[in-house]
């Protein structure tokens, strides 16, 4: 606690911290994903969502960049094309 008081009080003099994991705790990416699901689902309140939010890591980018068109991209413009056709503005 004490050095997260000292990284954020007034006192400007230049400080550096490393945070990492050590061999007695072993956290990787896919953990923190978990836990960050986790806080999201239990902890913000989130109503009238199409879907939670979430996240997976990728090995490569065009990976990633297929899903960024499958699951953003298409269900926005999918969303955004019932709504003209109902008669109200794109968002």
Wanted: positive net charge; aromatic residues 12%; charged residues 20%.
């Amino acid at each position: 606690m004490a050095l997260i008081e000292s990284l954020f009080s007034r006192n400007h003099e230049r400080r550096i911290a490393h945070m990492t994991t050590s061999e007695e705790v072993r956290v990787s990416w896919d953990g923190i994903i978990e836990l960050g699901r986790h806080i999201i689902e239990t902890k913000i309140p989130l109503n009238g969502v199409v879907w939670y939010p979430g996240g997976s890591l990728k090995r490569r980018r065009w990976q990633h960049n297929i899903c960024v068109v499958l699951f953003h991209y298409l269900p926005a413009y999918f969303l955004d094309l019932l709504i003209y056709l109902a008669g109200y503005d794109p968002v």
